[in-house]
């Protein structure tokens, strides 16, 4: 049976007006680059999509992961996409392009990448989720919920398939750790670690004993480079992506985009360093505007034929989510009127990249003892 590889890699290289959108000749760059691959059989399929200041690259081939071929290529038309932008001045030019020269793999500097190997089904619909103005944990709760919360996913129950269970790889993007951990066994163990969604983030998820599924090949991955770590210093944002397959065995399409009708809070609005509510949003409403912000996620739904990509579905620009982006939005007002107050902005921890150490470092020398 054949493999296929689905390779989603991601940067910011630049926008406008400031952070607010990719330019349209970034695209055609993207395109360009990515179609004249396809000709030279580089990769089988692909598709370019943006959401808000992220030019998302998503590829399919046979190369296996991490393959330094498809990163080069991913590297090389960001790089193309980035002359672009600076001739046309555009915001934070070549901004996730940490290094002027590729290296054999694009992880670690700079742009994002999710990508996973599978034996591709008789049916294979897979959602790939795009965020913008985030950070890689904001994926903690509506993957949990996907894959491990049967007030989410009717068929943890209702299908016996899915009664073993799946299996969490949680990373530690502090220390650069990871642990696996078994649900519904360990559930406890694994909220406790991704509750704290800016130091442990899920990075897989496989299936455990299922009897339609190989325990060896992920059903969802998430991107997990953290852009502030990589430089040392705050150069954007990570705003991650996702892919996840479903159905047969897994949960369906609908049980897969339901945990984003709560729309949860995520650190990573306006400049790095506010909490806002993540807002499910169409293609076209995926431009940040209102405080830069609030955050936001499109999810592209495709069917896979033989590496094709089939779609993409626009699945969020559904009425059915009309509801849950007024929520975002009543979420959006009650959180600006904290102004410069926590827990609207973040506490002093996750800001250690911003511009707090070097006000601190101003006012050393007027701190007195307390009494
Ligand atoms: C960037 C972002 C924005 C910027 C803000 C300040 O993804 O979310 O909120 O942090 O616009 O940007 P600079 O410092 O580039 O002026
Ligand atoms: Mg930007
Ligand atoms: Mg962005």
């Not at 498809?70 to 960001?78: R, S, V, Y």
């Not at 163990?189 to 299922?210: H, M, Q, T």
Request: with cysteine; charged share 25%.
């Amino acid at each position: 049976m054949v493999k296929v590889v689905i390779s989603l890699i991601k940067a910011d290289v630049g926008s406008y007006p400031g952070h607010s959108l990719v330019h349209p000749a970034l695209v055609e760059i993207a395109n360009k680059e990515l179609s004249s691959a396809k000709l030279s059989e580089i990769i089988t399929d692909y598709k370019v999509l943006t959401v808000g200041d992220d030019l998302q690259l998503m590829m399919s081939h046979q190369k296996g992961v991490d393959s330094s071929e498809i990163h080069e290529l991913a590297w090389n038309t960001f790089m193309k996409a980035t002359e672009v932008a600076k001739e046309l001045k555009l915001y934070g030019a070549g901004q996730d392009m940490l290094s002027d020269a590729f290296s054999g793999n694009v992880k670690g500097m700079g742009p994002g990448v999710a990508e996973m190997e599978f034996t591709e089904r008789q049916g294979e619909p897979l959602i790939a989720f795009m965020m913008d103005k985030t950070e890689p944990g904001a994926f903690n709760l509506p993957i949990y919920r996907m894959f491990a919360d049967p007030f989410n996913t009717a068929g943890l129950i209702i299908d016996p398939s899915m009664h073993g269970g799946f299996k969490f790889e949680v990373w530690d993007i502090v220390d650069h750790k990871k642990v696996f951990l078994n649900t519904p066994e360990e559930t406890y163990e694994i909220l406790a670690l991704i509750g704290a969604k800016s130091r442990y983030v899920i990075k897989r998820v496989f299936p455990k004993d299922n009897p339609k599924l190989p325990s060896d090949e992920p059903v969802a991955v998430i991107s997990t480079d953290k852009l502030s770590q990589i430089a040392g210093q705050y150069v954007g944002k990570d705003d991650p992506v996702a892919l996840v397959r479903a159905q047969s065995g897994l949960p369906a399409v609908g049980e897969v985009l339901e945990p984003f009708a709560f729309p949860h809070l995520v650190s990573g609005w306006m400049r790095g360093s506010h909490n806002g509510p993540l807002m499910p949003v169409g293609f076209n409403q995926a431009q940040c505007t209102r405080f830069d912000g609030p955050p936001r996620v499109i999810a592209a739904g495709f069917q896979i034929a033989n590496g094709t990509l089939v779609g993409p579905v626009d699945m969020f620009a559904d009425v059915a989510y009309d509801y849950t982006r007024k929520k975002a939005q009543e979420i959006t007002e009650y959180m600006r009127r904290h102004g410069p107050f926590e827990p609207h902005r973040l506490p002093m921890e996750d800001m250690e990249y911003t511009a707090l150490p070097k006000i601190l470092a101003k006012l050393e020398d007027r701190f007195e003892p307390t009494e």
